[in-house]
């Protein structure tokens, strides 16, 4: 392993020393708010103390980014595949235009989480939250999954408003004690079912591995599912009248 001290470098001069070491196991100390750490990096696995500020993971492609602290704006944007584990919360946009590769947050998220996040061929995204998450969580949501546990949340509602604004595909799961009102009309709502809860077991028992918790008590609490509604999507969009 090999540590690097990141103090006052600035953010640019940090990432290429990162680029430039052969060992695949790298742990960056007290960083305060260096941009872009792992951004692209594959088969790394990257140990960070401190706060990253934005970018921290974009374009990621394989490796594993693990946090000790809160991280800032654009966490994972446009990754590819990878792990990034946040002991901590995250800003705006995180996992914004994701599309394969897990984000756990052990914590809180901001405003605009999974935007534009989408799945293809045998990549899938995946985006864990464990309290809650702010307005717009999933807008334009086209693959993928964004699970929020609500925790600390005692079965209240654990997002903003504006929730699956746009979305066409993918799937928002909430723990909450009942159903969400006022959500956009491009959203369609009902109770986890038994398959749905299957889905999303191994998300929860790897949440509950990095961060504790008994994953059996949370799997066996009420979940809504969020999906696109068919009746309000997009067909019409670009329709041509002669």
Known sequence: MTTVQANLTYYQQLNEQIRAIDDKDITVENVIGQRYIGCG?????????????????QYLSGSTIE??????????????????????????????GM????????????????????????????????????????EYQAGGLILVLGLGQNGAYPAGNFCGTGMHGGKIVLR????????PRQVLVSPASQTDLEHIAPYVEDYCRYFGGDAATLLAQQYYVLSP???????QLYTYES
């Open 41 to 57: 990096s594959s088969d790394h696995t990257i140990t960070v103390h401190g706060t990253p500020g934005n970018g921290l993971g």
């Open 67 to 96: 946090v000790f602290g809160n991280a800032q704006e654009a966490v994972g944007d446009t990754m590819n595949k990878g792990d990034i584990i946040i002991h901590g919360n995250v800003g705006d946009a995180c996992g914004y």
């Open 99 to 138: 599309r394969g590769g897990r984000i756990f947050i052990q914590g809180n998220c901001g405003y605009r989480g999974g935007i534009h996040m989408k799945a293809y061929e045998q990549h899938f995204p995946v985006i864990v939250i464990g309290r809650s998450a702010g307005s717009f969580l999933g």
């Open 176 to 183: 909450c004690d009942q159903a969400p009102a006022g959500l």
């Open 229 to 235: 509604n068919p009746e309000a999507g997009y067909h």
